[in-house]
């Protein structure tokens, strides 16, 4: 199984400054059409999660722009580029390059 | 509007067998490839299973620590993806979401405990 590797694991943020998540995979997430299948997922409090970015830098409708995925082969980063208060929670990373899918171990987010 | 609604969750023993249903509407739940991921008390996300559309050929994916347990499959006429769980242990408590990715459901509770 790919490993997805998350780092840090945790993050205090002052409100209006940026943020950034890095996730390594354990091999290559191109996969066979030279598509990169690398997903941030985003779980506030007590809810569902809720995907932001897909295919490495792609945001999801709906999604503010202050939030910029980046990164190839098997480096990632997740950017939050001022950081509010609905900020808060754990970020996850997952490819959906290969079988089976994988998580990273989530990132917890707060504020200072 | 795009719902979906896990049901089927409880407390269980282990060894014993619980059947989940993931019920979707306002959508055209046909077209739609549809993933189980679960989520330990306190802990992170995992990914369980996967069945594709039947454009696709309606066949299924499992993580390593379900395979040959759970098997989940999808009535189309329904609209419902299951995920049938036998031989549970432990390690199987969880909450588990239905999910493309872009929508998920409140998720189902399962209990593994004598």
């Known amino acids: 199984d790919v490993v997805m590797t998350q780092s840090p694991l945790s993050l205090s943020v002052t409100l209006g400054q940026p943020a950034s998540i890095s996730c390594r995979s354990s091999q290559s997430l191109v996969n066979r059409e030279g598509i990169t299948y690398l997903n941030w997922f985003h779980q506030k409090p007590g809810q569902s999660p809720r995907r932001l970015i897909y295919q490495v830098s792609n945001r999801d409708s709906g999604v503010p722009d202050r939030f910029i995925g980046s990164g190839s082969g098997t480096d990632f980063t997740l950017k939050i580029g001022r950081v509010e208060a609905e900020d808060i929670g754990v970020y996850y990373c997952m490819q959906g390059s290969h079988w089976p899918r994988t998580f990273g171990q989530g990132t917890r987010v707060e504020i200072k | 509007e795009v719902q979906v609604v896990e049901s089927g969750g409880g407390l269980v023993q282990p060894g014993r067998s619980l059947r989940l249903s993931c019920t979707a509407s306002g959508f055209t739940f046909d077209d739609y490839s549809i993933s189980w991921v679960r989520q330990a008390p306190g802990k992170g996300l995992e990914w369980v299973a996967f069945i594709r559309n039947q454009v696709h050929g309606g066949t299924t994916e499992y993580a390593t620590s379900v395979r040959d347990r759970f098997t989940i499959s999808r009535d189309d006429s329904k609209s419902i993806v299951y995920l049938q769980m036998n031989s549970l242990k432990i390690e199987d408590t969880a909450l588990y979401y239905c999910?493309?990715?872009?929508?998920w459901g409140q998720g189902t509770l399962v209990t593994v405990s004598s």
């Open positions: 999910t493309d990715y872009t929508f």
